[in-house]
Antibody, heavy 121, light 109 residues
């Protein structure tokens, strides 16, 4: 069974860089999928953050692009997110995801369970 | 980036009712939408992607369509287990930039 598992600090202070990692189990990250991050602030909707391909090609939400970096480590079968200069507005559940892009669209076909990140001093 | 406007933001309906959720895009779309269901405290799960591709295990009462007003997700006969929040999502195949609608909370009367 394919599984995505997020890891990282649950609490970070304002202005620091948030680092999250997603470990993919029972499936090769070098397969023909994109891998992404999506977040959900408390009581609000979903916000796509970024996608990465195993080659290292990255695609970012334009509203977050200046603060976000995604990377992939194929040897560890994991990918990561760094978000700089966090504020309280970055408090959210962060999901890692597998993104399937077919002929007609891209969609998330597999989600991690999500990890709560709170930004507070 | 394309912005997705979803309506209504919430709906309360009875078991057996027909429920329709609509998504409109800020600009013309070159791809079909995906639709997700999210239960409280859980990650979303895809229901339908592309024009007629239904995720395995999704009941046939869920269907999608397109009209002059946008793309729709219809639940033909609402069931108690259909409560939750539904999201539309748009993305062209390349570059893989995703945009989610604001969500529609479905409650059972």
């Amino acid at each position: 069974q394919v599984k995505l598992q997020e890891s990282g600090p649950g609490l970070v202070k304002p202005s620091v860089t948030l680092s999250l990692t997603c470990t993919v189990s029972n499936y090769s990250i070098t397969s023909d999928y994109y891998w992404g991050w999506i977040r959900q602030p408390p009581g609000k909707g979903l916000e796509w953050i970024a996608n990465i391909y195993h080659s290292g090609s990255t695609y970012y939400n334009s509203s977050l692009q200046s603060r976000v970096t995604m990377s992939v480590d194929t040897s560890k079968n994991e990918f990561s997110l760094k978000l700089k200069y966090v504020t309280a507005a970055d408090t959210a559940v962060y999901y890692c995801a597998r993104v399937d892009c077919s002929d007609t669209t891209c969609y998330v076909d597999l989600w991690g369970q999500g990890t709560q990140v709170t930004v507070s001093s | 980036d394309i912005q997705m406007t979803q309506s209504p933001s919430s709906v309360s309906a009875s078991v057996g009712d027909r429920v329709t959720i609509t998504c409109r895009a800020s600009q013309g779309l070159r791809s079909w939408l995906a639709w997700y269901q999210q239960k409280p405290g859980k990650a979303p799960q895809v229901l339908i992607y592309s024009a007629s591709s239904v995720q395995s295990g999704v009941p046939s009462r869920f269907s999608t369509g397109a009209s002059e007003t946008g793309f729709t997700l219809t639940i033909s006969s609402l069931q108690p287990e259909d409560f939750g929040t539904y999201y539309c999502q748009q993305a062209n195949t390349f570059p893989p930039i995703l945009s989610f609608g604001g969500g529609t909370k479905v409650e059972i009367k």
